[in-house]
């Protein structure tokens, strides 16, 4: 309807010969050369229309396809690329996850041994301290005899030499002996 109405309008302005002041000045408002414009006009149109449309328009429609369907790819590759990362680290995390279980397994372990290792050398050296002390018990047990009995012998030899030179005479060397046993016995068990 509207096109009616455009091509009614440009017929009235072609039948007409004043045509927006184109009196011999400017040839396009002349009426007289509308018709050879219009033709120009229509052929230009058509042909630049042809060429847009079965050129320039496949071009067109194929890249903006090309673009389409690249992205599509690209999106698809990146959902891809994604599951896959997620699978991936969902498998770091469990590699992760026995690692430490490892690790805490290997912790005890090494914890258990060394519990056990100080007690075996705990009980190694409390043996060892045992030996030591009664070994040194003994000794000092030995030595506690031999110098009550060396005690014993010198102070019957000072007692005998005493006795002689204040009486003046010999003494029985095994009598004193067995007085000064029997006294030092006596201090031993007043000290027990």
């Known amino acids: 309807m509207k096109m009616k ?42 042909i630049l229309y042809l060429t847009i449309w079965k050129i320039f328009l496949p071009k067109i429609i194929n890249s903006v396809e090309n673009r389409k369907s690249k992205i599509v790819n690209d999106l698809n590759e990146a959902q891809k690329l994604k599951e896959n990362a997620e699978k991936k680290l969902k498998e770091y995390e469990k590699i992760i996850e026995e690692a ?29 301290i045992e030996k030591e002390l009664l070994a040194t018990e003994k000794e000092i047990n030995e030595l506690k005899n031999n ?23 010999e003494v029985n060397m095994s009598n004193v002996s067995a007085v000064v046993q029997e006294i030092s016995k006596k201090k031993l068990e007043s000290n027990l």
Do not use: H, R
């Open 5 to 46: 109405k455009i091509f009614l309008l440009i017929a009235y302005l072609c039948s007409t010969k004043i045509v927006f002041g184109a009196e011999e000045g400017m040839p396009q408002l002349n009426p007289e050369y509308w018709a050879s414009q219009t033709f120009w006009l229509i052929l230009i149109f058509s």
């Open 100 to 128: 430490k279980k490892i690790a805490k397994k290997i912790v005890e372990d090494n914890k258990k041994n060394l519990t056990n290792d100080i007690k075996s050398k705990n009980q190694e050296l409390n043996k060892a």
């Open 147 to 169: 110098s009550i009995t060396s005690i014993n012998k010198i102070a019957a030899e000072i007692s005998s030499d005493l006795i002689k030179q204040m009486v003046g005479t």
